[in-house]
């Protein structure tokens, strides 16, 4: 399943989500770029402002990852009354769908329904 997933995002997002998948799935320390530090300080930032109830299907491991990878200088500022797509990296886009389809896809619509943050992923088309 899990390849189907990435394979999935691959196709959508090209060489750039096998970069974010690579980081992903490593454990190492790795040299990333801005973009990417940034992307994780982003993701981060976004699902700490989604509601309990969908921030909570996330598991601490990926949680913990992304405190491990983001820029701890970064001070991100998304502006959660406007569209974010516009706000957010690529990379961030991708880790977003990533989640998504990892993590979300099977939620139950009641949940989705009352977390206006979740609507991000119907822009990412993958809603």
Do not use: C, H
């Amino acid at each position: 399943m899990k390849n189907s997933i990435d394979d999935e995002v691959i196709k959508q997002y090209g060489n750039t989500a096998k970069s974010i998948l690579k980081i992903l799935s490593s454990e190492k320390n790795q040299i990333m770029s801005e973009n990417e530090t940034k992307a994780f300080s982003e993701t981060y930032d976004i699902i700490m402002n989604m509601n309990y109830s969908v921030r909570k299907r996330i598991p601490d491991t990926f949680m913990e990852m992304l405190l491990r990878k983001r820029d701890k200088n970064l001070n991100v500022n998304i502006d959660y009354n406007r569209n974010i797509l516009e706000q957010i990296t690529d990379e961030t886009k991708i880790i977003l769908a990533i989640i998504y389809k990892k993590y979300l896809l099977n939620m139950n619509e009641s949940i989705v329904n009352e977390d206006k943050n979740i609507l991000i992923f119907q822009f990412l088309g993958i809603f």
